[in-house]
């Protein structure tokens, strides 16, 4: 039999910190972009004709929003693990916002972002296993070390695909859903309610991030959510769908990092992966030292405007999404059949 006061509080829990995180975000970038432009807060768009200045970080007004939800989430259900969601979040925007205003070494993301994810740890917002395609993997003592590692992977797998306006809050938007799917079969209900303020927080961004840009996250709004994506995957038992959702941002990073051969910061590479034509289109880089990226694997083809390449990262993560759904299923009737 339903439980209709449980089916009430979910409801109106869900609607709360859905209608809190979009609002929120709505509602203070336009000052935060004010704010910024007064500040001087502000870098070249150079893929465009005119090289506007755009405001940046907006992490401020995602960490607000996805903060202030979480933590009213937190006061209605008491769960320690939306206590870590809240906590590792707002550390990783911390981290993102030191390297917003003082460009730090290319060691410093992935190593800060380990600290990011000892309250996933500290408060047990893990099991003892791994949820895989195809069973699961009972690892009590390797899984602590494997949150160390993927937080910080999520985290800058995320910021890497931030290359072009929408790009990065597109890209979450759609890479969310098959993980908000995932959660509810494969998690339970809190968690569930915990990664909403992900997507609706993004979804409000993504009216002033996409093409023309009014403002650029910076590392504060993209490492949060990397970190926010991570934390829900990690408590939601949902790690390999995840990371199937995430595979055109993994693979980018992984491009990178193969053809650099070190852990540097993308605006420390002297060559660029991608050159800007006459007509403003963007083009792969000729350069043998350049590094290898996604970007200038798309554009292998021929040069393309700012617009295309970014529908075609959105394709691919429909692409990705498609196989995370995929592998729901496979997962779902597999454990149905046991």
């Not at 405001?55 to 320690?80: C, H, N």
């Not at 959702?245 to 070190?262: C, D, E, I, W, Y």
Request: aromatic letters at 10%; hydrophobic letters at 55%.
């Amino acid at each position: 039999m339903l439980n209709l006061d449980f089916l009430s509080d979910m409801l109106l829990y869900g609607t709360v910190v859905s209608v809190v995180s979009f609002l929120c975000v709505l509602i203070l970038t336009p000052r935060l972009i004010k704010l910024l432009t007064v500040k001087g807060e502000v870098v070249q768009d150079y893929h465009k004709a005119e090289k506007p200045s755009v405001p940046r970080p907006a992490g401020p007004a995602m960490a607000a929003g996805i903060g202030v939800a979480e933590a009213i989430l937190y006061l209605f259900t008491g769960d320690l693990r939306v206590l870590a969601i809240l906590l590792t979040s707002m550390i990783a925007f911390v981290i993102g916002y030191i390297d917003d205003k003082k460009p730090m070494p290319g060691w410093f993301k992935p190593i800060a972002l380990i600290v990011a994810a000892l309250p996933i740890i500290a408060l047990g917002a893990h099991d003892d296993y791994l949820n895989l395609i195809f069973g699961t993997a009972y690892i009590p003592l390797l899984y602590v070390p494997l949150i160390l590692i993927i937080l910080p992977i999520v985290g800058n797998t995320i910021n890497s695909i931030d290359v072009l306006n929408g790009a990065v809050s597109g890209f979450v938007i759609i890479t969310c859903i098959p993980l908000l799917f995932s959660i509810a079969i494969f998690g339970d209900n809190t968690v569930l309610l915990a990664a909403l303020p992900l997507f609706f927080a993004t979804l409000a961004f993504y009216r002033y991030h996409k093409y023309p840009s009014k403002i650029f996250p910076g590392d504060s709004g993209t490492l949060m959510l990397g970190a926010v994506y991570g934390s829900v995957a990690i408590a939601g038992n949902s790690e390999i769908i995840g990371v199937i959702a995430l595979l055109p941002a993994v693979m980018n990073s992984f491009l990178f990092l193969s053809s650099v051969k070190r852990i540097v910061e993308h605006r420390q590479v002297t060559s660029r992966p991608t050159k800007l034509t006459q007509d403003f289109k963007l083009a792969a880089s000729s350069e043998r030292s350049a590094p290898v990226t996604l970007l200038r694997l798309i554009l292998t083809s021929g040069p393309l405007s700012e617009r295309k390449i970014v529908n075609q990262v959105f394709l691919l993560a429909s692409f990705s999404a498609m196989l995370s759904f995929a592998s729901i299923f496979i997962q779902y009737f597999l454990q149905e059949l046991r």
